[in-house]
């Protein structure tokens, strides 16, 4: 098994430019999430999805988008990047929440927005 | 709205030492994540706690939940440079699917 993979590793962009970063996992893992992580903040939730076709807002929503179209792949959209969302990105699967099951961690997506 | 706290957020110790790092949370949960990021690395789980007085040990780590507390340790035993990383407390709510609040780290330098 890959486990969780992400690309890229590194992107660099623009402000106002759109990309998209991916996130794919080969354990069949209903719930997926992205977090960022900031110097001195911890990991914050962007979104989640507790299966495909499902998605729902973290705590740091705003600038993304998601979507769900197969359990294996959950990709984030960033719209119109701003020198705000320069961050670490990760994305992380599990079987789900409700039964406290290891989150799994891909190697993350570092973002720098000029 | 959930807070984890922790600390110390920064910690410089000696090989050989014990220390406990400290994880605080602001509202019921019996779900606790301990989590280890080395520099540039991802996340790497070290420790799921799902009930009240839970205690988990691998090596020289081991982890505790008081649930009435709020309160999960991570306890360190004679340290070796290798346990020098990033240490991640996380909780996630009772009844809750949004994921996991983390918090802020702990960085911790083990020196010879």
């Known amino acids: 098994n890959a486990g969780v993979t992400q690309t890229p590793k590194f992107q660099v962009l623009k402000t106002g430019q759109s990309m998209t970063l991916q996130c794919a996992q080969d354990?069949?893992?209903?719930?997926m999430s992205w977090y960022r992580q900031d110097p001195g903040m911890g990991l914050r939730l962007i979104h989640y999805?507790?299966?495909?076709?499902?998605?729902d807002q973290g705590e740091v929503p705003n600038g993304y988008n998601v979507s769900r179209s197969t359990t294996e792949d959950f990709p984030l959209r960033l719209l119109s990047a701003a020198p705000s969302q320069t961050s670490v990105y990760f994305c992380?699967?599990?079987?789900?929440?409700?039964?406290?099951?290891?989150?799994?961690f891909g190697p993350g997506t570092r973002l720098t927005v000029l | 709205e959930l807070k984890v706290e922790q600390n110390p957020l920064f910690l410089s110790m000696q090989e050989g030492k014990n220390y406990t790092i400290y994880c605080n949370y602001s509202t019921t949960s019996d779900r606790l994540y301990w989590y280890r990021q080395d520099p540039g690395k991802s996340l790497e789980s070290l420790f799921v706690l799902l009930s009240n007085g839970a205690v988990k040990q691998e090596g020289r780590l081991m982890a505790s939940l008081d649930t009435k507390a709020r309160l999960s340790t991570l306890h360190i035993t004679a340290a070796v440079h290798d346990l020098s990383a990033t240490y991640f407390c996380a909780v996630d709510m009772v009844g809750g699917a949004d994921g996991l609040t983390f918090g802020k780290g702990t960085h911790l330098i083990i020196q010879p």
């Open positions: 992380a699967s599990s079987f789900g929440l409700a039964g406290g099951d290891t989150q799994y």
């Open positions: 999805s507790v299966g495909a076709g499902i998605t």
């Open positions: 354990m069949n893992h209903e719930y």
